[in-house]
């Protein structure tokens, strides 16, 4: 590993490849571009030219692993950062705003890895509708347990209590703060707060429905650490109220105060959009895209799925895929039907994510979008790449960066997580960048 020339203002450790994208460029307007890696068996790469970024996003891939496994991938992440002299002012963790993964065992590790007393955990999204009130979990106002996100076929949440979700996976005592309490702030919430610590609590979470309730997490979450360590633990949006009050002066709300370039915004790009979540929402996306413009819409048969990746089969369905896209954008999707189920959902994971690889590698596009963590990742493995220089948030959760290593080097790309955005968001966003 590359020792970094500099102490840098913010290290991310999320558990997915788009966690770590829509959290890690929320301090890109404050702090500058922030590389995205992600964590291999030996640590996690930096780029060979020297760093000249301002902060670290860590995908540890952990959010389908054991808890045991999970928890090992969080001390190696910052056992990295110590090995190659990279020395945060902050280390974030960022967690799934539907609560999916390893939540507990993740905190605990990075707890005991950094010698802070406590966790202030605050997943709330609220510009994706993640709310958390009374301590019930929502998604557009539905309890957690009633969303898709139960029927996630690598990690289903049947517990829509933040705190209880929480504690059952965590060795540390729970607290929780209420939505009264937040909205008080001042005294009566720090006395709140410190009585939970002084009752042994080492996880302390909070409701938050609105952006101004993170904000009041995050001023109380520094007045705290006056007095004692304590770690941020949330989704984009508590990362977001920790920006704007870090610097207030250079957060307006706009997401193109970042720096960096965008080759995009003058001429047509030619796009490749690769989406192999089994979310609704981007089904949906997806949908409403291809009915409007007309792209390509690609969906691999199951033989295809099956078939070995460096087989004749697999080259002549690529050659053809790359033929239909030489003069269109085209978009690659996992049938909604779930036709793959025979295949199991993780080896449909890889499998489809050989075919995006190789369908990127072939057609080279300017745009490259990616959508599902575990398919973002796996595709990227397969072009590949080293990281991704993180710019900006083009649309709420759709990530731009530019890509650094691997077959694709020096192209766009956006990322997005599988359950976020409108129906028209995918729309939008082509119109924006064209």
Known sequence: MTAAPQALKIAVVADDLTGSADT?????????????????????????????????SINTSSRHVSRAEAAARVKLAVAGLRAGGLRAEIIYKKIDSSLRGNIGAELDALL????????????????????????IHRVHGIPLAG????????CPVS??????????????????????????????????????????CCHISFDAVDDHHLDRIAEL????????????CGSAGLAASLCRLTRPDRFPGGSETSGGHDRTRQNAAKWLMICGTASEITRRQVDRLVQTTGWVHI????????????????????????????????ILAIDPQGQYLKIGPEALVKRFAIIGGKLATRTKPEMLFLTGGDTAAAVLENIG??????????????????????????????TKAGSFGEEDTLLQLVRQRS
């Not at 993180?390 to 192209?411: A, D, F, I, K």
């Open 159 to 200: 517990e829509s209590r933040l705190s209880v979700n929480l504690q059952g996976q965590s060795e540390l005592k729970v607290g929780h703060v209420d939505l009264a309490t937040v909205e008080s702030g001042g005294a009566a919430a720090l006395e709140k707060i410190k009585r939970l610590l002084a009752e042994g």
């Open 299 to 330: 969906v691999p048969a199951p033989d295809l799925l099956l078939a070995d990746r460096n087989s004749r089969e697999m080259s002549v369905r690529i050659e053809e895929y790359a033929e239909s896209l030489q003069a269109a954008n085209g």
């Open 24 to 56: 890690g460029v929320q301090f890109c307007p404050v702090f500058g571009p922030v590389y995205l890696t992600s964590l291999g068996d030996g640590g996690f790469e930096l780029p060979s030219g020297g760093f000249d970024c301002a902060g670290i």
């Open 147 to 154: 969303t898709e996100m139960a029927k996630d076929p690598l």
């Open 385 to 414: 790449w080293s990281g991704i220089k993180l710019y900006r948030e083009v649309l709420p959760g759709l990530v731009q960066g530019e890509l650094c290593g691997g077959s694709l080097n020096g192209s766009t790309v956006v």
């Open 221 to 232: 979450g520094t007045l705290i650490s006056k007095e004692m360590k304590i770690l941020f």
């Open 112 to 135: 005991a890895e950094t010698g802070a007393a406590a966790c202030f955990v605050a997943p709330a999204l609220p510009a994706q509708g993640r709310t958390t009130e009374s301590d």
